[in-house]
């Protein structure tokens, strides 16, 4: 199996882990742990990209190019964002349906907090129930996984790259 595939696959599958363990605790406290979740996915990449990238260098007889290299972490990343969003639809349509109508009560309830009248409320509230859908949801994590892990193929293919002497890259 290609590494980019192999750890794509294993990115995805913690992800989801991850993102399980999320659902058991309640959508409380995902909401109060929202940034220690971005780095734990953040870190999941990377890691799968570091070892994607380290298998393509092993194949490459201890080198390999950026463009190998970032080409490995791309790839690795794009089926993580491809699997990612699939199961971002899935969660939000059929394991966890009531996070959308949270997410939609605690902005309500911020914008009463901040002074907002109630026709200014539920003009943001319909604006904002049209993106708090599992399709849109599922969009936005596929856009965002993968601009988030372009940057991470690029800082690592770089960081990562070893170029042969003699020139030549298998």
């Given at each position: ?24 605790m ?6 109060k ?5 971005t780095?734990?996915m953040i ?14 260098r ?17 790839k690795?990343?794009l ?15 059929f ?8 997410v ?7 914008m ?31 856009v965002?996984?993968l ?9 690592l293919?770089?960081?990562?790259k ?8 298998k």
């Open positions: 199996m290609k590494p980019f595939l192999k750890y794509g696959l294993l990115g995805a599958a913690l992800s989801i882990i991850w993102t399980l363990i999320g659902y058991i309640g959508n409380e406290m995902q909401e742990l929202k940034w220690l979740s780095i734990i870190a999941i990449s990377v890691f799968c990209f570091i070892a994607a990238i380290k298998e393509e092993l194949a490459g007889e201890g080198f390999i190019s950026f463009g190998k290299a970032f080409g490995t972490a791309f690795t990343g089926i993580m964002a491809i699997i990612g969003a699939i199961f971002t639809y899935l969660y939000f349509a394991i966890n349906t009531s996070y959308m109508t949270f939609l009560e605690k902005a309500q309830e911020e009463s907090n901040r002074g907002m009248d109630e026709e200014q409320i539920e003009m943001a509230m319909k604006m904002q129930s049209k993106f708090i859908t599992p399709p849109v949801m599922a969009g936005f994590a596929f965002g996984g601009i988030v892990n372009l940057i991470i193929a690029l800082i293919g770089a960081a990562m070893k170029e042969n002497p003699a020139g030549e890259i």
